[in-house]
């Protein structure tokens, strides 16, 4: 039994916002309420005191990348997972892009293997859409499916041909499984380096316009409409896509869409020295595209947070821009940085909740999300005033490539808990 004693629970699932104990047996929450753990004791029963601290459901990555099979030099499943416990992840999705990608049943089985060996953070594959990720050949959902894939995407790479497209959304439609959208055309993004904009004329890089999220924003709207699929928009970064998601929201039409905590943060000024920790997937952009972000995330327009955790070693990150990879890590960085938003009172701490736990829950249809009584035990306590400094040696990621690196900051997942087993505290 564990008690978590005088903590602040938000559960933004029922809108509850109360400082209560909460009791945990056999994996699940039991009890909560004022005194819920009031007298609980003894030797078989743990009990932590989470006064000052926030009591919340785990969160759920639905975009991460974990890179086993085949880069396992910067990050594996259990050194993914580990960092995602120390972020208060008690659930990740993980993206097909390893080599071999995972277009079949046996990559998708030896990952959800890894993930369960790890005992650590729940793991959920995404399965490619198209073989190799190619674009062509639809993949075997059924038997994606099976083996474990909670959804399909070919991310990193967007399915650019519409018939290919609309096949992959009615199969994923039969499957019911999530089709999750890396929107870029990638015709329009042909050499791209960073954002289209005033600082790439600057600098001298070709630039990737907004508009080559928006037209496959714009196309895939109208094809997950004609085929009825479950439509997920991953790292929305551009104020075009936000209102084409608007527009078909207000249609009652059932999509969906992520955002990442680096593209509600940060702008295509931070590539002004070249720096290769801000080169990212799709770029970073301007602050009317922040802030229409921020607007979106408020009103439900984008449902979600996501890291799109993406670690890479000094081997690509250490080198001129253009040779760079793009990407960073999310998942030990998201706590502190998305508190400076609640903190600037840009979100309320239920929403933010809320679009870290229970709404990718509803969006991947996973478990988890809420702390009900009867509810699965996955918790994360979080510390919002505690210090610490983001640097390499204090994160568990096999890979330290983030714009954040070295900076002093202040929010921490203190106490992860998967199934009522404690798998992080600090
Ligand atoms: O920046 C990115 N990195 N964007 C992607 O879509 C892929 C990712 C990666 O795998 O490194």
Same mark, same amino acid.
């Given at each position: 039994m564990l008690v978590l004693r005088g903590g602040r629970v938000i559960d933004p699932a029922r809108g509850y916002d109360e400082v209560v104990d909460v009791v945990v047996e056999a994996g699940r929450v039991t009890r909560i309420g004022r005194?819920?753990?009031?007298g609980l004791g003894g030797e078989k029963v743990r009990v932590v005191?989470?006064?000052?601290?926030w009591v919340v459901p785990g969160f759920i990555d639905l975009h991460a990348h974990f890179r086993?099979?085949?880069f396992e030099y910067k990050e594996d499943i259990a050194s993914g997972l580990r960092a995602a416990a120390a972020g208060g992840f008690t659930g990740v999705c993980v993206m097909p892009n390893t080599k071999p990608v995972n277009d079949t049943r046996a990559i998708t089985e030896m990952m959800m293997a890894r993930g369960r060996a790890a005992n650590g953070p729940r793991l959920y594959p995404f399965a490619a859409a198209t073989v190799g990720s190619n674009g062509e050949q639809l993949t075997e959902m059924a038997d994606l499916r099976d083996a474990g894939a909670i959804g399909v995407s070919d991310d990193g790479k967007c399915v650019m041909n519409s018939a290919v497209m609309r096949a992959a959304l009615e199969y994923a439609r039969t499957f019911d499984m999530l089709f999750s959208q890396h929107c870029e055309d990638h015709d329009l993004t042909a050499?791209?380096?960073?954002?289209?904009g005033t600082i790439s004329t600057r600098l001298g890089l070709q630039g990737w316009p907004r508009a080559a999220e928006d037209v496959i924003v714009a196309r895939d709207l109208i094809l997950a409409e004609l085929t009825g699929a479950r439509y997920h928009v991953a790292h929305v970064s551009s104020l075009g896509a936000v209102r084409l998601l608007r527009e078909a929201k207000s249609r009652g039409m059932q999509v969906s869409a992520e955002v990442t905590p680096h593209h509600l943060m940060l702008t295509h000024e931070a590539l002004l020295g070249f720096d290769?920790?801000?080169?990212? /997937?799709p770029p970073l952009r301007e602050p009317e595209d922040i802030a229409a972000l921020r607007e979106a995330l408020r009103d439900g327009t984008i449902d979600c947070i996501a890291t799109d955790h993406a670690p890479h070693s000094s081997l690509e990150k250490d080198c001129e821009f253009a040779a760079a990879s793009p990407g960073m890590i999310g998942l030990e960085p998201a706590v502190p940085v998305l508190l400076d938003l609640v903190r600037d009172g840009s979100l309320s701490v239920m929403r933010l909740v809320e679009t870290l736990s229970s709404a990718p829950a509803k969006v991947g249809r996973l478990p988890g999300g809420t702390l009900k009584e009867?509810?699965?035990?996955d918790i994360a306590v979080i510390d919002p005033e505690r210090r610490w400094t983001i640097s390499a040696a204090q994160?568990?990621?096999?890979?330290?490539?983030?714009?954040?690196? /070295?900076r002093d900051v202040q929010g921490k997942a203190v106490l992860t808990i998967v199934g009522g087993n404690v798998v992080y505290e600090s």
């Open positions: 005194d819920a753990g009031k005191e989470a006064k000052g601290h086993e099979p085949g050499g791209a380096q960073m954002h289209e290769t920790a801000c080169k990212v /997937n009867g509810a699965v035990a994160l568990s990621s096999r890979s330290s490539n983030t714009p954040f690196l /070295n």
